[in-house]
């Protein structure tokens, strides 16, 4: 299996467990450029892409939940698949995230978070 198959696998299998969870419907490509960023870089590139993809869409607050939800599964992913080191990155990535989120948005664009991720 190449990276973009992988990647497509990946993505298509996060958004069935999403939309059977919830109504909402994904609208970046941030799963499938974590998916790619494992499969050819490991952690490096993991956090290379997290670094991108904050600085482009820190302001967005659509998008920058949507990123938070992708590193929240994508910790359980790995950490479900026994690789506890990939789940502890993006812990600490999630982590970091959320908490931009929550200190420095407010108002409506806080409670989309908040809505969207419960």
């Not at 990946?10 to 467990?17: I, L, P, R, S």
């Not at 997290?50 to 939940?65: C, Q, S």
């Amino acid at each position: 299996m190449n990276v973009f198959e992988y990647a497509a696998v990946e993505e298509a299998n996060w958004k069935a467990n999403l939309q059977g969870m919830t109504d909402y419907q994904p609208m970046t490509t941030f799963f499938s450029d974590y998916s790619i960023a494992e499969f050819m870089e490991g952690e490096k590139g993991i956090r290379d892409t997290y670094k991108r993809a904050f600085n482009e869409w820190k302001n967005d607050i659509k998008y920058i939940t949507e990123m938070c939800m992708v590193l929240n599964h994508k910790i359980w992913e790995w950490y479900g698949r026994g690789k506890h080191g990939v789940a502890k990155v993006y812990d600490e990535l999630w982590k970091e995230c959320a908490a931009y989120i929550e200190g420095h948005f407010e108002g409506e664009d806080l409670s989309y978070y908040y809505r969207v991720t419960d």
